[in-house]
């Protein structure tokens, strides 16, 4: 009885400091629409300028209002075959960003789980060394050896083929970091509970080793499928065939083919094509987002 | 069902330390035996070598009539029941118990049988659907078993299986395994620090120090004829109390500080030695009569059941287990120590002196 009665008199003062607090609530949301406001108002403009032609582009730059070319735009940047050849369509490009995206992300999941695994539960001599191995392999991004690269893609005549655009890419050291990481903290019993249970080393690792990590393959997919989607300079120097050109290559290429033959660049479709190419990263990470923090932040153990 | 026998097993680790040394035992079909030792005597190692998740260095290990040195642990045909249970978290409590079975090929009906048969006889139908983080830890551990059970092993090991428990689950799981296993007739190594565990469930137990086999016996032999210094302080709670004490030929015992305290009987050892009583085996009284000695009383510890009063016989701390119904008497205090009750141990070796 006696606590209730003083609650009630506590409550309006609780709820006269609670009003006060809202006030900080209220900065720390202005704060927030502000910031994504900010990151979003390019996209927004682009969105919209898209449904402009190419004229309003050349005279006016960015659009800020609505026009009636949208449908158009996306229609043409979709299927209207264009470039030098005049045989790519964005439907191809599309097709080609996803195949590279996919693969990239298998790709490399597959041989860094398989790194991982190799390196944690085989105690082959020098696996902590071959691990460093990997890891400094991080020092060595693309950029730095593309020319090895290219050649040796190059000399096996991989140029302007899929395996030519995914392979050279799909070593990881994040990967495999990652999944080492994982590993260990998997309990060593289960590992043993398994070997009397008469797992193999093949049976272990698909059995109970892959399905323990799907919240971390999950997480894994989804930042190699963006890391793969977004690749520019390496889809730029193995495909030379415009059938081969993925999403990010294609849209400088759309301007670039028309601003060669003194038109006017279709400013519009190009814009279309930008946000085409935004959304399936866009997507994956909406339908994938709650696995994807699983992954980073809990194991399912 | 099997016997299984050890023939100096050895294991020394590369990096040259040595876990165990030379260790013969001999374990009857349908015993049930417990490894009992403080933290890194070896017991654990010693599973781990029977279960083959540890290499054997050198000697012999046979289960049934099988040399089993260099088989795969799935060969061996044993179940193991681990400390933290693992179970494979992803899978169903039946999965569990079926996967074992599933990698032997045998047919989905018998493993079906198999599974049901254990869910019956451990209570654990109505969670076979249920994931293993969907489970109590008594669940746990009880799947651990039924995974244990449902392979119809030569031998179950377990390794600490009751420790991440709280004390009353402890108390049932101990008696529900020591049940099952003797409707099951199951031949049992078990691994424990807890020596209630080992004094209640065991047939046998063997007591470990350091890598080496200090004594083999039923329980009712360690506690009442410990073989050394190590077992009688080790087993029971409260521990041992043990004097500095000196033995001359004719088996007159003189306490260090304290004087004689009575002869055996006959006993050809003379010599330094260590003099052991049970705290319960200990009288306190408040009249100086024959050998017995002044107690000072310190403190005491209500049990309920039964009091433990602390002190010190000369310089040396001494508990008295006195049952409730004993009242701690008035005045000054005189511990008897009977002299059929004593231990008596060389004080060099640790060995039990014979009596």
Same mark, same amino acid.
């Given at each position: 009885?006696?606590?209730?009665?003083?609650?009630?008199?506590?409550?309006?003062?609780?709820?006269?400091?609670?009003?006060?607090?809202?006030?900080?609530?209220?900065?720390?949301?202005?704060?927030?629409?502000?910031?994504?406001?900010?990151?979003?108002?390019?996209?927004?403009?682009?969105?919209?300028?898209?449904?402009?032609?190419?004229?309003?582009?050349?005279?006016?730059?960015?659009?800020?209002?609505?026009?009636?070319?949208?449908?158009?735009?996306?229609?043409?940047?979709?299927?209207?075959?264009?470039?030098?050849?005049?045989?790519?369509?964005?439907?191809?490009?599309?097709?080609?960003?996803?195949?590279?995206?996919? +693969?990239?992300?298998?790709?490399?999941?597959?041989?860094?789980?398989?790194?991982?695994?190799?390196?944690?539960?085989?105690?082959?001599?020098?696996?902590?060394?071959?691990?460093?191995?990997?890891?400094?392999?991080?020092?060595?991004?693309?950029?730095?050896?593309?020319?090895?690269?290219?050649?040796?893609?190059?000399?096996?005549?991989?140029?302007?083929?899929?395996?030519?655009?995914?392979?050279?890419?799909?070593?990881?050291?994040?990967?495999?970091?990652?999944?080492?990481?994982?590993?260990?903290?998997?309990?060593?019993?289960?590992?043993?509970?398994?070997?009397?249970?008469?797992?193999?080393?093949?049976?272990?690792?698909?059995?109970?080793?892959?399905?323990?990590?799907?919240?971390?393959?999950?997480?894994?997919?989804?930042?190699?499928?963006?890391?793969?989607?977004?690749?520019?300079?390496?889809?730029?120097?193995?495909?030379?065939?415009?059938?081969?050109?993925?999403?990010?290559?294609?849209?400088?290429?759309?301007?670039?083919?028309?601003?060669?033959?003194?038109?006017?660049?279709?400013?519009?479709? +190009?814009?279309?094509?930008?946000?085409?190419?935004?959304?399936?990263?866009?997507?994956?990470?909406?339908?994938?987002?709650?696995?994807?923090?699983?992954?980073?932040?809990?194991?399912?153990? | 069902?099997?016997?299984?026998?050890?023939?100096?097993?050895?294991?020394?680790?590369?990096?040259?330390?040595?876990?165990?040394?030379?260790?013969?035992?001999?374990?009857?079909?349908?015993?049930?035996?417990?490894?009992?030792?403080?933290?890194?005597?070896?017991?654990?190692?010693?599973?781990?070598?029977?279960?083959?998740?540890?290499?054997?260095?050198?000697?012999?290990?046979?289960?049934?009539?099988?040399?089993?040195?260099?088989?795969?642990?799935?060969?061996?045909?044993?179940?193991?029941?681990?400390?933290?249970?693992?179970?494979?978290?992803?899978?169903?409590?039946?999965?569990?118990?079926?996967?074992?079975?599933?990698?032997?090929?045998?047919?989905?009906?018998?493993?079906?049988?198999?599974?049901?048969?254990?869910?019956?006889?451990?209570?654990?139908?109505?969670?076979?659907?249920?994931?293993?983080?969907?489970?109590?830890?008594?669940?746990?551990?009880?799947?651990?078993?039924?995974?244990?059970?449902?392979?119809?092993?030569?031998?179950?090991?377990?390794?600490?299986?009751?420790?991440?428990?709280?004390?009353?689950?402890?108390?049932?799981?101990?008696?529900?395994?020591?049940?099952?296993?003797?409707?099951?007739?199951?031949?049992?190594?078990?691994?424990?620090?807890?020596?209630?565990?080992?004094?209640?469930?065991?047939?046998?137990?063997?007591?470990?120090?350091?890598?080496?086999?200090?004594?083999?016996?039923?329980?009712?032999?360690?506690?009442?004829?410990?073989?050394?210094?190590?077992?009688?302080?080790?087993?029971?709670?409260?521990?041992?109390?043990?004097?500095?004490?000196?033995?001359?030929?004719?088996?007159?015992?003189?306490?260090?500080?304290?004087?004689?305290?009575?002869?055996?009987?006959?006993?050809?050892?003379?010599?330094?030695?260590?003099?052991?009583?049970?705290?319960?085996?200990?009288?306190?009284?408040?009249?100086?009569? +024959?050998?017995?000695?002044?107690?000072?009383?310190?403190?005491?510890?209500?049990?309920?059941?039964?009091?433990?009063?602390?002190?010190?016989?000369?310089?040396?701390?001494?508990?008295?287990?006195?049952?409730?119904?004993?009242?701690?008497?008035?005045?000054?205090?005189?511990?008897?120590?009977?002299?059929?009750?004593?231990?008596?141990?060389?004080?060099?070796?640790?060995?039990?002196?014979?009596?």
């Amino acid at each position: 009885m006696k606590s209730s009665v003083t609650s009630a008199t506590n409550l309006p003062k609780i709820n006269r400091r609670r009003r006060l607090v809202k006030w900080e609530t209220v900065i720390d949301h202005s704060v927030l629409i502000l910031g994504s406001a900010l990151m979003l108002f390019p996209v927004l403009l682009t969105i919209m300028t898209s449904s402009y032609d190419k004229l309003a582009f050349a005279k006016n730059g960015l659009q800020f209002g609505w026009s009636d070319k949208f449908i158009e735009n996306y229609n043409k940047a979709l299927f209207e075959p264009s470039g030098f050849s005049g045989t790519i369509d964005g439907m191809t490009m599309l097709s080609n960003s996803l195949i590279l995206g996919l +693969g990239f992300a298998v790709g490399k999941i597959v041989i860094s789980m398989m790194a991982a695994y190799a390196i944690v539960y085989f105690r082959f001599r020098f696996a902590t060394f071959s691990f460093w191995i990997i890891f400094t392999t991080l020092l060595l991004p693309l950029e730095v050896r593309i020319l090895p690269s290219y050649e040796v893609i190059q000399s096996f005549g991989l140029t302007n083929t899929y395996t030519g655009l995914i392979v050279p890419l799909i070593a990881s050291a994040t990967g495999t970091f990652f999944f080492r990481q994982f590993f260990r903290s998997v309990p060593e019993e289960l590992v043993e509970a398994a070997r009397i249970d008469g797992a193999g080393p093949v049976k272990f690792f698909i059995d109970i080793l892959v399905p323990l990590s799907k919240t971390m393959i999950a997480a894994m997919f989804i930042i190699m499928f963006v890391f793969g989607w977004n690749q520019y300079l390496w889809p730029t120097l193995i495909t030379t065939e415009e059938g081969m050109f993925t999403l990010v290559r294609g849209i400088k290429n759309i301007i670039q083919s028309f601003t060669d033959s003194n038109a006017i660049p279709e400013y519009g479709v +190009g814009m279309a094509l930008t946000i085409i190419t935004m959304l399936p990263p866009v997507l994956i990470v909406v339908f994938f987002q709650s696995w994807f923090v699983k992954g980073l932040t809990e194991s399912d153990k | 069902m099997a016997h299984v026998s050890l023939k100096a097993l050895e294991k020394i680790y590369p990096n040259g330390y040595h876990a165990v040394h030379g260790t013969d035992l001999e374990i009857q079909d349908g015993e049930f035996i417990v490894l009992v030792g403080p933290s890194g005597c070896g017991k654990s190692t010693l599973l781990r070598m029977i279960a083959g998740l540890e290499d054997i260095t050198s000697g012999d290990l046979e289960i049934g009539d099988r040399w089993v040195n260099d088989l795969d642990p799935a060969d061996r045909d044993i179940a193991m029941v681990f400390q933290n249970y693992a179970l494979y978290p992803h899978m169903t409590v039946y999965n569990n118990m079926a996967y074992g079975l599933r990698n032997r090929k045998i047919s989905k009906e018998d493993i079906d049988a198999a599974v049901r048969g254990a869910a019956d006889m451990l209570n654990l139908n109505d969670y076979l659907d249920r994931r293993p983080s969907q489970l109590s830890g008594g669940q746990r551990q009880r799947v651990a078993m039924g995974r244990a059970i449902v392979r119809e092993p030569a031998l179950f090991l377990f390794d600490e299986p009751l420790s991440n428990l709280d004390a009353k689950l402890r108390n049932q799981m101990r008696i529900e395994i020591r049940n099952l296993q003797k409707k099951l007739g199951t031949t049992s190594v078990y691994v424990t620090h807890d020596q209630v565990e080992a004094m209640t469930m065991a047939d046998r137990i063997v007591v470990l120090n350091a890598g080496q086999i200090e004594q083999i016996g039923t329980p009712a032999e360690i506690y009442h004829q410990p073989a050394s210094v190590f077992v009688a302080s080790f087993m029971g709670a409260p521990p041992m109390n043990m004097l500095e004490a000196t033995l001359n030929g004719a088996g007159a015992i003189e306490v260090a500080g304290l004087g004689a305290i009575g002869a055996l009987n006959s006993t050809p050892y003379s010599g330094p030695v260590k003099v052991g009583i049970r705290p319960e085996k200990v009288k306190l009284s408040n009249r100086q009569e +024959g050998d017995n000695q002044p107690f000072i009383h310190e403190f005491t510890e209500e049990l309920g059941a039964a009091r433990l009063v602390h002190g010190r016989l000369g310089d040396m701390p001494f508990v008295v287990n006195l049952h409730q119904e004993d009242m701690i008497p008035e005045g000054a205090l005189f511990a008897s120590l009977p002299v059929e009750t004593l231990h008596v141990f060389e004080a060099d070796t640790g060995k039990r002196v014979a009596v």
